[in-house]
């Protein structure tokens, strides 16, 4: 039943007291098969903008159905697939095919796991379909089982399409140091070979990799003049590479957002992102080093840079640190040190986004940064609640698996 409220952009579809519309996005919530009603719901014409279905099992035939739906609806840019339970994941990845070689409107695509064998999901034609789309411009992918030869396939259609100016991917297989170091050096790749619209924003969850790789991309990064958010997550690096990976990180002068958050970071590591963050020649506005191990010594180091900074940098993230007093209570007066949650109960994305964001704006310190600072703090807030989507959709797999 559809319930028309004052506003035409809040409306709420009452299929089951699980699933919601609001603000033109359609979510479809976890332990429900796809009813042929919400098939009926998007045909009739609904306007919806963004469609969410979070684990729900899909048959090959009602996946076709949605995918023909995103290929010719004008209204819907943004499809999110998250813990997702396909009969057959290449059967997942021929319907998606179909939908990004012609869609005229889709501009973001989410995938998170896809059940066992999700890398079959990484087809030659799903690639090639990324490759030719002139639309998509953000592709957010989380699959566990991954292996180099899809790592190295995605990164590569990436760097040939014309339009994708955000990638991220994260997947679970970390003692492979040959996989992540190909992830490494296609992303590399990706940053100094790409067509047409240049990658603004790489965010990689791959865990450790190769001295050789690490100066690779330390080396591209500092040569790299359009990325303005990096988000290395739970990575960890050779203590005699981190130091001077974090030091290149100041020759660039585009990073307006960097993320190191769960990464493993010594006390020079610390020192030497404190130097490049006093550095009046970058742009960084949001830095994050939460739960990087960080001591004493190296937050000494992160509060004089701080200082330093003032307004101009208005989020310095280190919780989950290992700071004592008084020390820890002094950064609390500079930078961010709690922990940032969802912890609103609401089902609607944007609710929870929008709270995150509030949240956020309310730790800031100093008070009274630029314009430009809060719309940093707000992109990187939805980082933030996207970062949390990927870990429930990891928790779902392990339980279906």
């Known amino acids: 039943m559809l319930s028309d409220s004052d506003s035409a952009d809040d409306w709420v579809l009452e299929l089951n007291c699980n699933n919601f519309v609001t603000n033109r996005s359609l979510l479809i919530l976890p332990e429900h098969c796809l009813p042929s009603s919400y098939l009926t719901f998007l045909r009739s014409g609904g306007n919806i903008e963004r469609l969410t279905l979070d684990g729900t099992r899909i048959s090959p035939q009602d996946l ?12 819907i840019a943004s499809l999110k697939l998250l813990g997702i339970t396909f009969d057959s994941p290449a059967d997942g990845a021929e319907s998606l095919s179909a939908a990004l070689s012609n869609t005229a409107s889709l501009a973001q695509l989410v995938v998170y796991e896809v059940g066992k064998n999700s890398f079959s999901f990484v087809s030659p034609r799903f690639c090639q379909a990324l490759a030719e789309s002139i639309v998509l411009e953000e592709l957010d992918m989380q699959l566990s089982d991954l292996d180099e030869g899809g790592v190295a396939a995605v990164s590569s259609a990436v760097r040939m399409s014309s339009s994708i100016h955000t990638f991220s991917l994260s997947h679970a297989n970390r003692k492979l140091p040959a996989q992540t170091d190909t992830a490494v050096c296609t992303m590399c790749e990706v940053l100094t070979k790409k067509r047409g619209t240049p990658l603004r924003t790489l965010d990689l969850d791959i865990g450790s990799f190769s001295p050789e790789a690490a100066k690779t991309l330390a080396d591209t990064i500092a040569r790299n003049r359009t990325l303005t958010a990096l988000y290395l997550r739970n990575t960890f690096l050779e203590p005699e590479t981190a130091a001077p990976f974090c030091r290149a990180l100041g020759w660039n002068k585009t990073l307006e957002i960097l993320s190191l958050t769960g990464s493993a970071l010594g006390e020079e590591d610390a020192e030497e992102i404190a130097k490049v963050i006093e550095l009046k020649k970058n742009a960084l506005a949001v830095v994050d080093l939460s739960g990087c191990g960080i001591e004493n010594a190296g937050g000494k ?3 004089r ?17 290992k700071f004592t007093e008084p020390l820890a209570k002094e950064l609390g007066e500079y930078t961010i040190i709690e922990e940032i949650a969802d912890t609103t109960s609401s089902a609607s994305w944007e609710e929870r986004c929008e709270h995150i964001k509030a949240t956020l704006r ?20 939805e980082w933030i609640h996207t970062s949390g989507e990927r870990a429930i959709c990891s928790l779902k797999l392990c339980s279906i698996l």
Do not use: Q, W, Y
Request: with cysteine; aromatic share 4%.
């Open 64 to 75: 076709r159905s949605i995918c023909e739906f995103v290929r010719i609806d004008p209204h």
């Open 362 to 381: 309310g730790m800031v310190k100093p008070k009274g940064v630029s314009r430009k600072s809060l719309e940093l703090m707000d992109r990187f807030a």
């Open 305 to 321: 840079a701080a200082k330093t900074r003032g307004a101009s940098l208005p989020i310095l993230i280190l919780a989950g640190n």
């Open 301 to 303: 180091a992160l509060l």
